[in-house]
């Protein structure tokens, strides 16, 4: 299995350019997510998502889009990028849980300047 | 709503001796809490996980936490610490069976010869 995979690896856009973060995973994971990593701050969440179809808002969800259409991909996409967008961006899965939490799987990153 | 706090944004320790990475949590209700180490410029590995079965779990390359109710704390061990051991730890809770995670801001653990 490759788990979770993500392109491109390093991406620098100009203000105002779009763009969109693949992410895949081939663990047959039910959830999805799209995490943003500032120096000292942690990590955001952006969306996830719970199944194909079915996508909702994290912490910090304005400037990004994303769509769910199969189990095993969830592109973000970014419009308009303005410099507050520069990040490091993972994508992450688990299984779906009810009375668990399960831990998440992480995909490599993906450094993004905007400049 | 839950919360997480690493009560140390960095810790510096001697090659052979041991760690402690602290971490308090604000859950409403039963928490799951994890623990996760992030390599320079890599992605996220889980080191350990809590979800309410023994209060003291073992996680890989000898780290272990113990979940402590009454504190609410689920702080981070290692009897002794390794070169490789330095990177970056994260404290991370979430409410049992909710499908999101809430992330500490991260400690840093910086190991000497």
């Known amino acids: 299995n490759a788990g979770v995979t993500q392109t491109p690896k390093f991406r620098i856009l100009k203000i105002g350019q779009s763009m969109t973060l693949q992410c895949a995973q081939d663990m047959n994971h039910n959830y999805m997510y799209w995490y943003r990593q500032d120096p000292g701050m942690g990590l955001k969440l952006i969306y996830y998502?719970?199944?194909?179809?079915?996508?909702d808002k994290g912490e910090v969800p304005n400037g990004y889009n994303v769509s769910r259409s199969t189990t095993e991909d969830f592109p973000l996409r970014l419009e308009l990028a303005a410099p507050s967008q520069t990040s490091v961006y993972f994508c992450?899965?688990?299984?779906?849980?009810?009375?668990?939490?399960?831990?998440?799987?992480f995909g490599p990153g993906t450094r993004l300047t905007v400049t | 709503a839950q919360s997480v706090t690493q009560l140390d944004s960095h810790v510096s320790v001697s090659e052979g001796t041991p760690v402690l990475l602290r971490c308090n949590y604000s859950?409403?209700?039963?928490?799951?809490l994890f623990w996760y180490v992030q390599h320079p410029n890599k992605g996220l590995q889980l080191l350990l996980k809590y979800t309410s079965a023994a209060t003291l779990v073992k996680g890989i390359n000898g780290f272990e936490a113990e979940f402590k109710k009454s504190e609410t704390s689920f702080h981070l061990t290692k009897p002794s610490a390794h070169m490789s051991d330095a990177a970056e730890y994260f404290c991370?809770?979430?409410?049992?069976?909710?499908?999101?995670?809430?992330f500490g801001k991260g400690t840093m653990l910086l190991v000497s010869p």
């Open positions: 991370v809770v979430s409410e049992r069976g909710y499908s999101t995670l809430t």
């Open positions: 992450a899965s688990s299984p779906a849980g009810t009375s668990v939490t399960y831990e998440q799987y």
């Open positions: 998502s719970v199944g194909a179809g079915i996508t």
């Open positions: 859950s409403s209700y039963s928490p799951s």
